[in-house]
C-alpha cells in the first residue's frame, strides 16, 4: 500500500493562516516572511499558486508569480509587470513537516507543470534554501550561484528552462 495522495487546488488568501503556520513550523527567522506579501503574490498571479491538502488539512503550498526575465531582487515580492513576462518565480514551495518525504513536493511542481504546459513562460527562476537543491535537480532545475537574501537566508538561484 502506497503513501496517501494529497488534493491539489489552487490557493486562495483564505489559506493564508494555514500558509503562515507552515512557514513558522519550517523556516527559521531569516526566511519567515508576512501574510501580506503572501497576499500579494496571490493576488499577482492566483492560477500558479497552489494547495496541497491531505484530510481537510493543509500539507503543503506553492507560490509563484511572473518575473521580468533579467529580474534579480528575489523575495520582494511581484515587481511592476509588461504583461509579456514569460519567466515565472517560485517564490516558495513549503511542505509541513507531517507530510515531509511523501511525494507532495512533487505533487505541487508536478501541478504547476501540468499548468504551464498551456501557458506562454519558458522559464522558471527561484531560489533553493535549507539544503533543497537536490530536490529541485531532480525536478530538472539548474543549479546556479550562490545568493543571499536581504534577511541573511542562504540558497543558490535555479533555473528550469521549457522549450
Known amino acids: 500500500m502506497g503513501s496517501p495522495t494529497a488534493e491539489i487546488r489552487r490557493a486562495g488568501t483564505e489559506d493564508l493562516p494555514a500558509i503562515m503556520r ?6 527559521g527567522a531569516s526566511l519567515q516572511e508576512p501574510a501580506s506579501l503572501f497576499e500579494e ?3 499577482a498571479s492566483p492560477d500558479t499558486c497552489l494547495a496541497a ?10 507560490l ?4 521580468p526575465d533579467e529580474f534579480g531582487d528575489f523575495g ?3 515587481p511592476p509587470l509588461s504583461g509579456t513576462e514569460t519567466t515565472l518565480y517560485l517564490h516558495d514551495m513549503c511542505v509541513s513537516t507531517a507530510h515531509r518525504n511523501q511525494g507532495v513536493g512533487r505533487l505541487l ?3 504547476l507543470n501540468a499548468h504551464l504546459e498551456s501557458e506562454e ?4 527562476r527561484a531560489i533553493a534554501v535549507q539544503d533543497s537543491e537536490e530536490f529541485w535537480k531532480k525536478c ?3 543549479i546556479g550561484a550562490p545568493y543571499t537574501y536581504p534577511g541573511g537566508a542562504a540558497g543558490h538561484v535555479i533555473t528550469k528552462t521549457y522549450t
Open 109 to 111: 511542481f508536478d501541478a
Open 41 to 43: 503574490i496571490i493576488g
Open 140 to 142: 530538472g532545475f539548474e
Open 76 to 78: 520582494e515580492g511581484p
Open 53 to 62: 491538502e491531505y484530510e481537510g488539512v493543509m500539507a503543503g503550498y506553492l
Open 22 to 27: 507552515l512557514q513558522l513550523q519550517s523556516y
Open 121 to 124: 513562460f519558458t522559464k522558471i
Open 64 to 67: 509563484t508569480h511572473p518575473i
